[in-house]
């Protein structure tokens, strides 16, 4: 099912809010690392104005995020697979560490 416009932006800014507060930064912050206004920011994050592309990204790496596009098809699997796994039966086979070792 796809989703309205309004919907997106909320939830585009509500991730960005997290992620912001997660790492302790402020709207100023993460706007002056992105290269825009702090109002600009400020309306982004909550969902009240869409952003150009090349914003987003900007904004997201000022973040740690990256932007990826994926086929609409695919998102049910990759919701699945972001999804928080609460039964360990259900992990993968093997899963890559942050020091590379694919099967530790």
Known sequence: MARSGSDALLEIGRLLKDTRKGQQLTQEQVADMAGI????????????????????????????LELMLIPQ?????VDALLRPHDDLDDLPAFMARADGDENA
């Open 37 to 64: 206004s702090r109002p600009r920011y400020r309306e982004i994050e909550a969902g009240s104005s869409a952003a150009r592309t090349t914003t987003l990204i900007n904004i997201g790496r000022a973040l740690g």
């Open 73 to 77: 098809a695919m998102v049910p699997a």
